[in-house]
């Protein structure tokens, strides 16, 4: 029955399927297979007419994903709520099919990152050797170099909290930091990073020279005091 389906939507006979859907018991039918081989007006169509219950958009999307469907996935994420489906699943799903670079490129690039769990997705990406999605996001999270050039501390704040760490250069991020003289975001990293990604002698330093008494208090009250130890070079 599922290739009677496949068939009948790569055809567009839609007003037979609409007959097999109200007189073939549903669990003859494996419509979510059925609706991910990237005939679109068809599954438009689908969407419209089936019944929620035997047509779930995730399974579809992710049954699109394994065959390397692009057309079917790019399709599901323009034309969906993005609240209705597990988005952060789906990710997943692009970790763990190796050959689908092209599907997570567009979800990432199309779907609000509020959405998803940046830091998460590179772990799992790391954890299945998925390198294309792992050098992706590498590039993808080089604007945080941007955002330190133009002072933009909540950027660096999101950033910071949802991208793998490890992922990112924080002993570089810091130095441009304070080389910028961005020292909002110099002070928000010594508040929130460990210390031992960050050069803290030359902080302490620097934060003398520059009278920055704030910057001293930050680093007595963080959890790493012994930095606080470093003497001052003059």
Known sequence: MKSTIKHLLEFGFLEIV???????????????????NGFLDSFHWMQCNVNGALLN??????????????????????????????IQEIMYSCCLAKKSFSE?????????????????????????????????????????????????????????????????????????AWRCGHLEIVKYMIENLDHTLLDMKESVNKALKLHRTDILESILRSPNKKTARYEYNH
């Open 104 to 176: 997570a490129k567009f979800i990432i690039e199309n779907v609000d990152n509020n959405v998803l769990n940046i830091k998460k997705i590179m772990n799992k990406a790391c954890r299945l050797g998925n390198l294309f999605i792992v050098k992706f996001l590498l590039k993808w999270m080089k604007p945080v170099f941007e955002a330190i050039y133009e002072g933009r501390l909540d950027v660096v704040r999101y950033l910071l909290s949802n991208v793998d760490q490890k992922a990112l250069d924080i002993t570089k991020t810091f130095n441009e």
């Open 18 to 36: 609409a007959w097999i859907l109200q007189n073939v018991d549903p669990k003859q039918i494996a419509m979510n297979e059925a609706c991910c």
């Open 57 to 86: 958009l995730e399974t579809v999307i992710n049954i699109a994903i394994y065959r390397n469907n692009f057309e079917t996935v790019k399709w599901m994420i323009l034309n969906n709520d993005h609240t209705r489906l597990d």
